[in-house]
């Protein structure tokens, strides 16, 4: 689905951020980028978006380099959801997940019924229905991660981008977004999402990229990369990982130590 190969980019005046980074997404994985604040992550999704371009390298997104592919053609294979951001307009939730459908219908085209019907299913799905006529700036800051959940599933797109998709949200909208996060990659939505909580990746990946200084170290299934060593490296912060049991299968939970 999505190869990336030896790239490189940095922002204009300064070094290469990203360097000789490759990784491989393939259909149904989800895939979790680990890494410490500053180390590139929303950098190489940019640039997996097209939004920033790689300076060398490849990008293929099924088997065509991202550079030939338009821009519209683009967002029906892959939607990105930010990190939940504030809007200066005051748009309304319906609207914004709507503009989901942007792809599909064209910047100055009048969505029909079933582009609304599209959005407006989207918005049951992740249970804020009740939330199409609010305004998206009187929102939380929850609420506002799911709206965009909303409009990237509106968007049809067979991969999902996902920068810090729980970062805002308290503890049951967490869970609720990781469920649906596995629920998407269940109905065949293949999904790269960043997170700052190694628990993420044994709860819901099925491969860990560890990124450190715009570089990929380790990359594989969660039990080989996610290790006691591994966080505390890439952390500098002392984690256990211990076992815990959920009916037949236990389940690896790292907790942070203080001493
Ligand atoms: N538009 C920009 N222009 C110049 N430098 C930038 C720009 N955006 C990010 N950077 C720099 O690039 C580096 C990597 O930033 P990036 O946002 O990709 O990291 P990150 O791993 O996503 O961090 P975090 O976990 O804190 O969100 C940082 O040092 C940042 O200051």
Known sequence: MLQVKNISFGYSGAGNLLSGLSLTVQDGDIVCLLGPNGAGKTTLLRCLLGISKVHTGSIRVKGREIASVPPAELSRTIAYVPQATDTVFPYRVLDMVVMGRTPHIGFTAVPSRSDVAVAKEALRELGIAHLADCLFSEISGGERQLTLIARAITQQASMLVMDEPTSSLDYGNQVRILKVISQLAGQGYSILMTSHFPNHAFMLCNKVLVMKHGRIIAAGRP??????????????????????????????VCIPLLA
Request: charged fraction near 25%; hydrophobic fraction near 35%.
């Open 223 to 252: 039990e080989e990369t996610v290790t006691e060593n591994s966080l505390s490296n890439l952390y500098g912060a002392r984690v256990k990982i211990v076992e815990i049991a959920d009916g037949a299968t236990p389940v690896k």
